[in-house]
């Protein structure tokens, strides 16, 4: 999946009709790669489920922001969780 393509998904699940916030989206897709990377999880191109999390990681930068709960919802912890397992114990 190109970037641009994750930009799209993302801005869909956001429910963003504009392209006025494109540029801060990109880089929190980039941030939310890095976040990613930091835990231990190799992102694969081409990798469905590595760019699903990638977008949702983003989406969840994007919400926090201006929100009260911070806490990282408990479906993308297990996301995340479940990635890091597959590609240790060799399913990626």
Do not use: F, T
């Given at each position: 999946m190109t970037t641009e393509e994750r930009l799209l998904l993302l801005k869909k699940d956001l429910q963003l009709l504009t392209t006025a916030n494109d540029d801060y989206l990109r880089w929190l897709l980039e941030a939310a790669a890095s976040?990613?990377?930091?835990?231990?999880?190799?992102?694969?191109?081409?990798?469905?489920?590595?760019?699903?999390?990638?977008?949702?990681?983003?989406?969840?930068l994007f919400r926090k922001r201006g929100g009260t709960d911070t806490a990282m919802p408990r479906f993308l912890r297990y996301e995340l969780n479940n990635l890091l397992f597959s590609q240790k114990g060799g399913a990626l």
């Open positions: 976040s990613i990377q930091r835990e231990g999880i190799k992102l694969v191109e081409g990798n469905l489920e590595c760019d699903m999390v990638q977008i949702h990681y983003a989406a969840y």
